[in-house]
C-alpha cells in the first residue's frame, strides 16, 4: 500500500478503488480522530460535511465510523459547499471539519478534504501524521468513550446569513437578473436562496442533483449551458460554480467567460484603491496569466506566486498577512471573510462591484489581455512515470531554450487525478503550440 495518501487536496479518487474505499475512509476518519484527540481528553468533535455524488453517503457512514470509534462526536451537516465546512468547524468550536468532495471531477471520484480547528486545511505535516496513523492503526476508544453522531439540520442556512452578512451594508441587488450555475453540487440549494434573498432575479440551472450528475455538462468547468442561458434570458450577469462550490467563472451579459484571473485582477485592484489590499500584494500559483501579473505591477501591487492548488495559496497568506488569494481555475479567496476558496463569496463580491459601479459585467470581467496560454493534458496508467524519461527531458529542454526570454513552460503533474499537465505561455502562437505540442509527444510516448 502506498504512503501517499494526500495530494494537492486532500485525499481522492475513483470511488470504490483504492484509495477511495469505504474501508480507508474508516481508516482515515480514525487516523484522524486519533491525531486531534492526542491530549487524552473526550471532549472532541469533528463536522463533515458533502457534496451531491452518490458515493458520499458511504464515505459519510465510514468516516463517521472511524471518528467516532476513536471517541469524537460527529456533526453531520449534509450537503453543503466546502466552504461552509471550514466556517461551520470554528462556529461549532469543532477540532477538525471533513469535507466529502471531489471538487470538479466527475461523479464517480470522490475525495475526503480536511481542516483544523481554525477552518484553514491541515498543513502538509499535519497530513503526513494521518496518513501514517491510517497506515499503522490506532487504538480505538473504550466502549464507554465511543463517540456520538448527529445531524445539523440548519448547517446551510448559518452559511447562508454569513455570506449576506459580506454584502455591502445596505445595498441589494433589486433589478438585477442572475443566472446561477450551481454544477449539480452541494450549492444547489443555497446559492439561489442567497441571491433571491439579496434582491436578485434568479434563474437557477445545474440544481437538480441525482448523485451522478455533478458537473455534468455544466458548472465552472462547462461554462456553454450557462453562458446560452444568460444570453437567451438576457441576463446581466451568470455565475458558475463547482461541484463543492469552492470555484467560480463569471459569465458577462454577451455571454463571454472570466476566469479566476481576470476576478482577482479586478478584485485587488478595487481594494487597492479602497486601502484593503494587505501587503499591496495579491497571492497565485504558477498558473495564473503573465497579463495578470503585468496588470498589478503597473499599478504598484504585486503578484506572490505559489505552487499549484489553494492550499498553498492560503498557506502563503497566512505566512506574509495577505488577504486576498486565488487561482485561475477559480478558487478566490477572502481571508477577511472566509478561510477557503468560495466561489458564492467571489460571485457576490463581483455583483457587488456592478453595483456599485453601476457598470455592466462586459466592463469588469475583462481587466487585462492575458498572454497566450496553452494547457493540455496527458493521462498517464498508475505507475507510470513519464517526467523521469530521458525522451521527455530532453523535450521540456528543447522547449525551454526555444521559449527562452519569449515566454514561459510550466510541466506538472496533478495533484488530483492522473495527468500530466503540460503549459506554456508566449506571444507568439506558431511558436506557443510548437512547443506544448512538442512536449505532449514525447509525454504520450513515454506512457
Known amino acids: 500500500m502506498s504512503d501517499d495518501l494526500f495530494g494537492t487536496d486532500g485525499v481522492r479518487g475513483r470511488a470504490n478503488e483504492w484509495p ?255 486601502g484593503r489590499l494587505n501587503g499591496g500584494a495579491l497571492v497565485a500559483t504558477v498558473m495564473s496569466n503573465l497579463g495578470l501579473e503585468r496588470f498589478l505591477q503597473a499599478r504598484g501591487l504585486r503578484l506572490e506566486r505559489t505552487a499549484v492548488g489553494d492550499r498553498y495559496v492560503v498557506e502563503r497568506m497566512r505566512a506574509g498577512g495577505f488577504n486576498l488569494g486565488g487561482e485561475q481555475s477559480g478558487h478566490i479567496v477572502m481571508t477577511d471573510y472566509a478561510t477557503t476558496g468560495d466561489g458564492l463569496l467571489a460571485g457576490l463580491q463581483f455583483l457587488a462591484a456592478m453595483v456599485e459601479t453601476g457598470q455592466p459585467a462586459s466592463r469588469l470581467v475583462r481587466q487585462f489581455d492575458p498572454v497566450p496560454q496553452l494547457l493540455k493534458n496527458v493521462r498517464f496508467a498508475a505507475g507510470q512515470t513519464p517526467l523521469e524519461a530521458d525522451s521527455v527531458k530532453a523535450a521540456i529542454a528543447d522547449a525551454e531554450a526555444r521559449l527562452s526570454g519569449a515566454g514561459r513552460l510550466l510541466i506538472r503533474k496533478s495533484g488530483t487525478e492522473p495527468l500530466i499537465r503540460v503549459m506554456a505561455e508566449c506571444e507568439d502562437d506558431a511558436l506557443l503550440t510548437q512547443v506544448v505540442d512538442g512536449v505532449v509527444e514525447a509525454v504520450t510516448a513515454a506512457t
Not at 451537516?77 to 461549532?92: E, I
Not at 481554525?118 to 496513523?133: N, V
Not at 497506515?135 to 473504550?142: I, S
Not at 440548519?154 to 446569513?161: P, T
Open 20 to 274: 477511495m474505499t469505504a474501508e480507508m475512509a474508516l481508516r482515515l476518519g480514525a487516523a484522524a480522530g486519533r491525531y486531534f484527540r492526542r491530549d487524552g481528553s473526550t471532549a472532541h468533535s469533528v463536522v463533515i460535511g458533502k457534496d451531491t455524488r452518490l458515493s458520499g453517503y458511504m464515505f459519510e457512514n465510514a468516516l463517521t465510523a472511524g471518528f467516532t470509534s476513536t471517541g469524537m462526536n460527529v456533526y453531520l451537516l449534509g450537503p453543503v459547499p466546502t466552504p461552509a465546512v471550514g466556517m461551520l468547524t470554528t462556529s461549532l468550536r469543532a477540532d477538525v471539519g471533513v469535507m466529502i468532495s471531489a471538487s470538479h471531477n466527475p461523479h464517480h471520484d470522490n475525495g475526503i478534504k480536511f481542516f483544523g480547528p481554525d477552518g484553514f486545511k491541515l498543513s502538509d505535516e499535519a497530513q503526513a501524521e494521518i496518513s501514517r496513523l491510517t497506515h499503522e492503526g490506532v487504538e480505538l476508544a473504550q466502549a464507554q468513550n465511543i463517540g456520538r453522531a448527529r445531524r445539523i439540520d440548519d448547517g446551510r442556512f448559518r452559511y447562508n446569513e454569513r455570506l449576506k452578512m459580506t454584502f455591502p451594508a445596505g445595498k441589494r441587488l433589486d433589478g438585477m437578473k442572475v443566472v446561477i450555475d450551481c454544477a449539480n453540487g452541494a450549492a444547489h440549494r443555497v446559492a439561489p436562496e442567497v441571491l433571491w434573498e439579496l434582491g436578485a432575479e434568479v434563474i437557477p440551472i445545474g440544481t437538480s442533483p441525482d448523485g451522478r450528475n455533478i458537473n455534468q455538462k455544466c458548472g465552472s468547468t462547462h461554462t456553454d449551458t450557462a453562458a446560452a442561458a444568460v444570453v437567451a434570458h438576457g441576463a446581466d450577469v451568470g455565475i458558475c460554480l463547482d461541484g463543492d462550490a469552492d470555484r467560480v467563472m463569471i459569465i458577462d451579459e454577451k455571454g463571454q467567460v472570466a476566469d479566476g484571473d481576470q476576478i482577482m485582477a479586478l478584485t485587488a485592484a478595487r481594494w487597492a484603491e479602497q
